[in-house]
């Protein structure tokens, strides 16, 4: 029973890995997309004195698109931002303790992100059913819910990655680095 478990989760993870990496791959598109919009932006003032009116928008628009599309891969390859000076010092000595510590901080960050995604889902039900948009009506406007929808998607899946990490805490589990310091099992 036990090895069914981890070969469904083993599975359930090789498929999230591609989902969190495919995410990355289009966050990378829209950051060189934004750059196109800004520079084409830059040009229009300069050269024609006529800015691209909406700028401002499409910049705000895309930062949260390409945070939120490249998080599942930066927490399936272990670089989310976090202090873990201490958990490599522990390694070195309790190299269990620290495992157990680890294991312990992403089922927390799982919980976390759950409650982001369960806390987004009606905001973007709310934001789908009203076509609430943002923006200068008549110079330009965008949807909020592909924002919202992509929030939600991230955080599902970050919290299913975690989920992983807790289960499977090995460097297999989620193609991380869990434990690896410049060739060492810690």
Same mark, same amino acid.
């Given at each position: 029973?036990?090895? =069914?478990?981890?070969?469904?989760?083993?599975?359930?993870?090789?498929?999230?890995?591609?989902?969190?990496?495919?995410?990355?791959?289009?966050?990378?598109?829209?950051?060189?997309?934004?750059?196109?919009?800004?520079?084409?932006?830059?040009?229009?003032?300069?050269?024609?004195?006529?800015?691209? =009116?909406?700028?401002?928008?499409?910049?705000?628009?895309?930062?949260?698109?390409?945070?939120?599309?490249? =998080?599942?891969?930066?927490?399936?390859?272990?670089?989310?931002?976090?202090?873990?000076?201490?958990?490599?010092?522990?390694?070195?000595?309790?190299?269990?303790?620290?495992?157990?510590?680890?294991?312990?901080?992403?089922?927390?960050?799982?919980?976390?992100?759950?409650?982001?995604?369960?806390?987004?889902?009606?905001?973007?039900?709310?934001?789908?059913?009203?076509?609430?948009?943002?923006?200068?009506?008549?110079?330009?406007?965008?949807?909020?819910?592909?924002?919202?929808?992509?929030?939600?998607?991230?955080?599902?899946?970050?919290?299913?990655?975690?989920?992983?990490?807790?289960?499977?805490?090995?460097?297999?589990?989620?193609?991380?680095?869990?434990?690896?310091?410049?060739?060492?099992?810690?």
């Amino acid at each position: 029973m036990t090895n =069914l478990l981890l070969s469904g989760a083993s599975r359930i993870s090789k498929i999230a890995n591609a989902i969190a990496t495919g995410a990355n791959v289009v966050g990378t598109l829209v950051v060189l997309a934004l750059v196109i919009v800004v520079n084409f932006d830059v040009v229009a003032r300069g050269v024609f004195s006529a800015p691209f =009116l909406g700028a401002v928008e499409v910049v705000q628009f895309s930062m949260v698109l390409i945070v939120f599309l490249q =998080l599942p891969d930066v927490v399936r390859v272990n670089r989310l931002t976090r202090s873990d000076g201490f958990l490599v010092v522990l390694g070195n000595r309790r190299p269990r303790i620290a495992r157990a510590i680890g294991i312990f901080v992403d089922g927390v960050a799982a919980l976390f992100l759950g409650v982001i995604a369960y806390a987004i889902w009606p905001e973007f039900l709310e934001m789908f059913e009203t076509k609430d948009y943002f923006g200068i009506p008549g110079v330009f406007t965008a949807p909020w819910w592909p924002i919202k929808l992509t929030i939600f998607l991230s955080a599902v899946l970050c919290t299913l990655l975690f989920i992983l990490k807790v289960l499977l805490p090995s460097e297999k589990a989620v193609g991380g680095s869990r434990g690896k310091k410049e060739g060492k099992d810690t």
